[in-house]
């Protein structure tokens, strides 16, 4: 059961990524560049999740690769959230 969630979570962030990258591309909306990369750097993460827990079990460790990742996709979204605010404002 617990191999099906982490696949479904890697399936679902790597959809919400395609899903904010396309409508990036038609309305060029920098939050949604943003958010599409903070999902791609989740799906990574949970991707990292699946192959640490489900196939490599306790042959290797792979907790600060999917700690990196994780932090990589919550940065890029809250510079991209502080950079939009900042834009606002000089507007």
Not at 39 to 64: C, E, T
Request: net charge neutral; glycine share 6%.
């Amino acid at each position: 059961m617990a191999t099906a969630v982490y696949t479904l979570c890697a399936l679902l962030s790597l959809a919400c990524a395609f899903l904010l990258l396309r409508a990036w591309r038609s309305t060029r909306g920098r939050l949604l560049l943003w958010s599409a990369l903070c999902f791609a750097w989740l799906a990574v993460s949970n991707v990292l999740l699946f192959v640490d827990l489900a196939i490599l079990g306790d042959d290797a460790d792979l907790r600060w690769a999917r700690s990196i990742t994780f932090l990589a996709g919550t940065a890029s979204l809250l510079v991209g959230l502080i950079w939009d605010a900042t834009e606002g404002e000089t507007r």
